[in-house]
């Protein structure tokens, strides 16, 4: 079937389609209508899901880690402060190896108080143990979402997935989405119940004080069920393909990468715009291509290393800040490639929401390919002169000096 739908309301048919057992709801701007719609399909569509109301971000986790805990297929939904307000739970869902999937509107965090897109939010709980997979249209959101409860659930991986996508720019567009049919949904994706759930009958204790010669086991299992995600993903879109239709990918995907001596970097939204950019480029003498990152962790190493490699020029596109060291994506990016290839040049575009135009992208890469870029850039500074203060302001508060 298809529909003209919001980013966040696709959520909520995949939610459907993936016959999630418990909801926990909390709402935040941009995030809302992804639980307001799943409480729709409960009430007016006999959708069969638990759904509970909790009075905060943290509860919200809380009973994800219960329901996950007691074997059953659990979701929830959230952005920015929502996230960082979970963020101890993040690390306790991911220790305790619970399979479940969360969607996370990525929207920048305050203050200055801002609901417009930024990568900030997730990429700050890059550490946490989460699987991060970030979609750039709103068909990938739906078979992603559907996608991750394959990898979440999967022996070798029992890991959470965060599916995340840019707030306003995806959350609240209307795009074009074919529903699969649910007999196509539940051959790809079968019931589930966790062969280690939890037994109200049969009580015992998980999660509590371990001591140091086991601790670094645990850190180690997770670890190794990030490498085995790896192979995970790639399957279950291969899988998603054949038994229901539709493919973005697996780790990464790339566009007009064959012929390229010149690459753009980037994830989510900001992807698709390169591509734009890297057929400027293209008509303008410079074979560029795009590598567009879905799987932000488990980080795709050697596919990076296998693209990037050979190329003359690399420019990665970062929507969020390590402060005192530059933007995320990008050292990464270094840190992967080490001495192979070029330098990345990081480009520090989009925060908290700001326009990103092709043509900003396509003039900052080709002053990359020339050698005239810097290692890291803001450019978007340049477009405007808002972010001075000006020296009537400063005199008001008496921080210079009449003369």
Known sequence: MRLVETGNHVVAHAVRLARVEVVSAYPIT?????????????????????????????????????????GVRAFSATSAHGLVYMYELLH?????????????????????????????????????????????THQE???????????????????????????????????????????????????????????????????????????????????RAHEAAKEVIRRAAEEY????????GDLVETYFMEEAEHAVVAVGSLALEARVAAEELRRAGHPCGVVRIRTYRPFPSEELRRLLGKMRTVVVLDRAVSFGLGGILASEVRATLGGEGPRPVSVIAGLGGR???????????????????????????????????????LRALGEVSEA
């Open 241 to 248: 393909r054949d038994l229901v239709g539709g493919y973005h």
């Open 30 to 70: 941009p995030q809302t209508q992804v639980v307001e719609k799943i409480s729709r399909f409960i009430e007016e569509e006999g959708f069969e899901c638990e759904y509970i109301p909790v009075e905060s971000e943290h509860s919200a986790m809380a009973a994800m880690i219960a329901a996950a805990a007691a």
């Open 92 to 136: 306790w869902a991911a220790g305790s190896r619970l399979p479940m999937v969360m969607a996370n509107v990525n929207r920048a965090l305050g203050p200055g108080w801002n609901i417009w897109c930024d990568q900030q939010d997730t990429m700050s709980a890059r550490d946490t143990g989460w699987i991060q997979i970030y979609c750039s």
């Open 355 to 393: 326009d990103v135009p092709y043509t900003l992208i396509a003039e900052r890469t080709e002053a990359a390919i020339k050698g005239q870029a810097m290692e890291e850039e803001w450019p978007t500074l340049a477009l405007s002169d808002r972010h001075r203060v000006s020296k009537e302001a």
């Open 141 to 223: 959101i739906l078979d992603t979402v559907i996608q991750a409860y394959r990898v979440s659930e999967d022996p070798s991986v029992f890991l959470p997935v965060m599916v995340c996508y840019d707030a306003f720019t995806m959350s609240h567009t209307y795009m074009q989405v074919d529903l699969p049919d649910q007999e196509a949904v539940d051959r790809f994706l079968p019931p589930f119940r966790s062969p280690w759930r939890m037994d109200p009958r049969f009580p015992l204790t998980h999660g509590s004080v371990i001591y140091p010669q086991d601790y670094e086991e645990t850190r180690f299992s997770i670890y």
